[in-house]
């Protein structure tokens, strides 16, 4: 094969994380040249089983350092952004990951003639009082200025094997007899299988979405806080009661728990201020046509796939008897 008609390469910054590692997936079936840019390449090697001998190579980026940002777009076709930070750690703040390492993904690929996905959330918007949402937001204000062609995709909260929402709580399920309601547990989410995003991030890459155009992304289901919960203890087959912990407690526990260095708090501040505003996708995005279904992809049942992973969580794993909640 010549260097002429080799597949197609898609840079993907954040490969190795929770939504990276199915895009990369998604990818490799579809038989693109596949360049992973992550912080510790000596720690994705998980990925190389996903595609053919070669098809996947590794470079190391950090979003902090442009100059590392221009070497793994180099060359490439596509450009893929699927770095998030839930919480801030050390340097790794929103700011500098989530705005000015998205400002920089996408000048590198705009100077090197790259088309760009970017992944955001629902929610994002660069008047919120969340710091999470509002780095997201102005993120997607430079992107569609700098690459007006860009694909922006805002997917609700996302679930599957490695997802820190319903593992979270299914663990602590195993010790607590009972589960927070932040806020009374009413904010209402509309969870998304990670493989509907991954098949969507695909989708833009063969160039199927609208360039310029932000896609929101929901599951088939919208439901409550507490909903989400009671459905993951059905699955799990235990029982347990539920406090609820108004916004303000809530927001005192996440400051305290967050001047923990060097540990993910299981709650922030920021986090709770998220929990104060819905999570799905707005009337206006379902009637552009903004959505999985505009773009021809059927979003997956929540209690289809939660079975798949949290059978661990279980009195006895995968050998407890159904119906017998502990």
């Not at 005192?252 to 967050?258: D, I, K, R, Y």
Request: one cysteine or more; aromatic letters at 8%; charged letters at 20%.
């Amino acid at each position: 094969m010549t260097l002429s008609n080799l597949p197609p390469l898609v840079t993907i910054f954040g490969g190795s994380g929770f939504v990276g590692r199915h895009v990369v997936r998604a990818l490799a079936k579809r038989g693109y040249r596949i360049r992973v840019a992550v912080r510790r390449p000596d720690l994705a090697g998980h990925l190389q089983p996903l595609g053919n001998v070669g098809q996947i190579s590794f470079v190391q980026a950090n979003l902090r350092y442009r100059n590392s940002v221009d070497r793994a777009v180099d060359g490439a076709d596509h450009v893929i952004n699927c770095v998030g930070v839930l919480f801030e750690n050390g340097r790794n703040t929103f700011d500098a990951v989530q705005d000015f390492g998205a400002r920089a993904v996408a000048e590198a690929a705009r100077a090197t003639g790259a088309t760009l996905t970017h992944i955001s959330a629902i929610g994002a918007d660069a008047r919120s009082d969340s710091s999470y949402a509002r780095t997201k937001g102005r993120a997607e204000a430079a992107i569609l200025e700098i690459l007006p062609t860009a694909v922006i995709l805002r997917p609700s909260i996302i679930f599957g094997p490695e997802d820190g929402f319903f593992n979270k709580f299914a663990e602590m399920a195993r010790f607590s007899p009972v589960l927070p309601l932040i806020g009374g547990g009413n904010t209402r989410f509309q969870p998304v299988y990670v493989t509907d995003v991954a098949e969507a991030v695909a989708r833009s890459v063969d160039g199927k979405l609208a360039g310029g155009t932000i896609y929101e992304l929901g599951g088939p289901q919208v439901l409550s806080f507490r909903e989400c919960l009671d459905i993951m203890l059905k699955t799990i087959d235990r029982k347990r009661s539920f406090v609820s912990l108004p916004f303000g407690i809530a927001s005192l526990m996440g400051s305290v728990a967050s001047l923990v260095p060097f540990i993910e708090p299981p709650l922030t501040a920021d986090q709770v201020v998220l929990l104060k505003s819905d999570n799905v996708v707005s009337a206006m995005a379902e009637t552009e046509g903004r959505t999985f279904a505009g773009i021809g992809i059927e979003p997956t049942m929540l209690e289809s796939i939660l079975p798949t992973y949290l059978v661990r969580y279980r009195p006895h794993g995968q050998y407890t008897r159904t119906g017998r909640a502990a």
